[in-house]
Nanobody, 126 residues
């Protein structure tokens, strides 16, 4: 298991930027794929981005391509989500999640992830 704690959420104006961080502790961080999901009020939790254990490969949901960047620092046991050009519809609770790096299931599915943080709120004003 790995314990995850998100930070960096807050209130930002449309067009602004935020950088979310997720600090991990527990088993070897580099043995996990790390992902960000989000959940808006009244909606299901949805995939945002995932990064491979090495940081060399990442995938994004279509609605954030070109605006969000996921990265990780294995030396610091941390994963980040840089969010640029934020829109009001990006407002949600953002969650960090981890799954073993050799997982072969669909990385879009939250059921694939074993460990979750408590979430950090992102609010975007228009």
């Amino acid at each position: 298991q790995v314990q995850l704690v998100e930070s960096g959420g807050g209130l930002v104006q449309a067009g602004g930027s935020l950088r979310l961080s997720c600090a991990a502790s527990g088993r070897t961080f580099s043995s996990y794929e790390m992902a960000w999901f989000r959940q808006a009020p009244g909606k299901e939790r949805e995939f945002v981005a995932v990064v491979a254990w090495s940081g060399a490969i990442s995938y994004y949901a279509e609605f954030v391509k070109g605006r969000f960047t996921i990265s990780r620092d294995n030396a610091k046991n941390a994963v980040y989500l840089q969010m640029n050009s934020l829109k009001p519809e990006n407002a949600a609770v953002y969650y960090c999640a981890a799954r073993p790096s050799r997982s072969i299931g669909d990385y879009h599915s939250e059921r694939e992830y074993e460990d979750w943080g408590q979430g950090t709120q992102v609010t975007v004003s228009s």
